[in-house]
Antibody, heavy 114, light 110 residues
């Protein structure tokens, strides 16, 4: 069974940093492109960043470009999101998602007081 | 404005079937069979109910089914139940290497 488990969320002061992790199991992680998706309070789902299976290609939403960095460790079956220069508008629940074949986590909440 | 277009709301009576549409472009739904659907109850995390257009994760009721035609994907819920009242979101893999999402549809069970 595909499982994605996020961790690392919490309260972060404006301008601060946080690293999120997503532990994957139940599928061949290195073969799967992955994304981070977020949902701000009362809002819809917003794609944040994506990475290819090898990690060679990365993509970012304009709202986080230059501040967030996506990466992965295929030896540990883990996806990461390094978030720097955090702002109030980054407050959201962050989910990791597998692009194909199904896979969605339970989310981790990041709160940045504005 | 969301990349994928969903109706803001749909409604149906218990026992009926309803369909929620999700319209994209040739850069996403029209070119890839990687559409997903999520169900979200108030105050809860979204739950994946359909992936790769028509596949259900383990444990998801077979009352939920997905399909695609051209640039439009559809989620059908048959035998509507009160517990199906929720928000539903669609997503698709896109040629840019990213995921695109719909704005969500509120399902009301009358």
């Amino acid at each position: 069974e595909v499982q994605l488990v996020e961790s690392g969320g919490g309260l972060v002061q404006p301008g601060g940093s946080r690293r999120l992790s997503c532990a994957a199991s139940g599928f061949t992680f290195r073969n799967s492109a992955m994304s981070w998706v977020r949902q701000a309070p009362g809002k819809g789902l917003q794609w944040v960043s994506a990475i290819s299976g090898s990690g060679d290609s990365t993509y970012y939403a304009d709202s986080v470009k230059g501040r967030f960095t996506i990466s992965r460790d295929n030896s540990k079956n883990t996806l990461y999101l390094q978030m720097n220069s955090l702002r109030g508008e980054d407050t959201a629940v962050y989910y990791c998602a597998r692009h194909t074949g199904g896979g969605w986590g339970q989310g981790t909440l990041v709160t940045v007081p504005s | 404005q969301s990349a994928l277009t969903q109706p803001a709301s749909v409604s149906g009576s218990p026992g009926q079937s309803i369909t929620i549409s999700c319209t994209g472009t040739s850069s996403d739904i029209g070119n890839y069979n990687y559409v997903s659907w999520y169900q979200q109850h108030p105050g809860k995390a979204p739950k994946l109910i359909i992936y790769d257009v028509s596949n259900r994760p383990s444990g998801v009721s077979n009352r939920f089914s997905g399909s695609k035609s051209g640039y439009t994907a559809s989620l059908t819920i048959s035998g509507l139940q009160a517990e199906d009242e929720a928000d539903y979101f669609c997503s698709s893999y896109a040629s840019s290497g990213t995921l695109v999402f719909g704005g969500g549809t509120k399902l009301t069970v009358l």
